[in-house]
């Protein structure tokens, strides 16, 4: 059984105008239906992903106000500094820190040296 029906409809994808065979049809071809599903997908995995991102950057915030010995990455974002800016300081003697195996850490006093002088 086939059917005649014609409907004028509108792209939900690009907004053109086209002619629709059936009363479901809501792209004008293949290819918009594909990005549109492709968009679809995109938005949902970023659904997901948002939440968890700020609960990582809030732990890592709440995590370093309480420690008295800081990492290079941890002291790198509470000071708003690259790693780079950082050795550099350590190396010029401007901070103090200290090497426990091939870590590095610095003391928060050191940091709050700084903002003294």
């Keep these: ?6 409907v004028p409809k509108i792209c939900q994808h690009c907004g053109t105008e086209f002619i629709a065979k059936t009363t479901v049809t809501k792209f004008c071809g293949d290819n918009c239906a594909k990005r549109a599903y492709k968009k ?12 968890t991102a700020v609960q990582k950057q809030e732990y890592n915030q ?27 300081q350590i190396k ?21 040296k700084l903002f003294q002088r």
């Design 1 to 6: 059984m086939s059917s005649n029906i014609r």
């Design 40 to 51: 679809r997908k995109r938005d949902q995995k970023v659904q997901e992903i948002a939440p």
């Design 62 to 88: 709440e995590q370093v106000r309480d420690k008295d010995f800081l990492s290079i990455a941890e002291t790198c974002k509470l000071l708003g500094a690259s790693r780079m800016t950082l050795y550099r």
């Design 92 to 112: 010029n003697g401007k901070i103090q820190a200290a090497k426990i195996g091939s870590r590095t850490i610095i003391k928060r006093e050191e940091i709050e």
